[in-house]
């Protein structure tokens, strides 16, 4: 796995910018099944694991949907032709993972009886 900055998409995706030469974007073209593991921003915090289908978008198509995982992660950009051009000269892709299975969450690292 990889750390990813990642959102959700008003469908219940999770959804990921990325390159197309990066091995996650490899891997899901190959495999559509993957798991992500989402930690919360606290060191020995609670995390859980997402599994579902993956699939890969590439440009054009991925535009609108990069611009709502910008929205999702990062509020309004200051100029959104300037974001989209962003995005086209980057190359970039999008990944929307669908969940199917989840769990279970963790309590970080300590045993779940001493954690409030």
């Not at 959102?7 to 959804?15: F, K, N, Q, S, W």
């Not at 990921?16 to 559509?32: G, H």
């Not at 709502?68 to 959104?80: A, K, L, N, Q, T």
Request: hydrophobic letters at 40%; charged letters at 25%; glycine letters at 8%.
């Amino acid at each position: 796995m990889s750390l990813v900055t990642m959102g959700v998409d008003t469908e219940g995706r999770i959804a990921i910018a990325s390159y197309p030469e990066r091995v996650k974007v490899l891997n899901a073209r190959r495999d559509p099944e993957a798991s992500i593991s989402i930690m919360s921003d606290e060191f020995n915090g609670d995390w859980v694991q997402v599994d579902g289908t993956i699939e890969v978008l590439y440009l054009p198509e991925a535009l609108d949907g990069l611009v709502d995982y910008f929205r999702v992660i990062s509020g309004e950009h200051s100029d959104w032709d300037e974001y989209r051009q962003a995005m086209t000269d980057q190359g970039k892709v999008l990944l929307h993972l669908t969940p199917q299975r989840w769990g279970p969450i963790s309590c970080g690292g300590f045993p779940a009886h001493l954690v409030d």
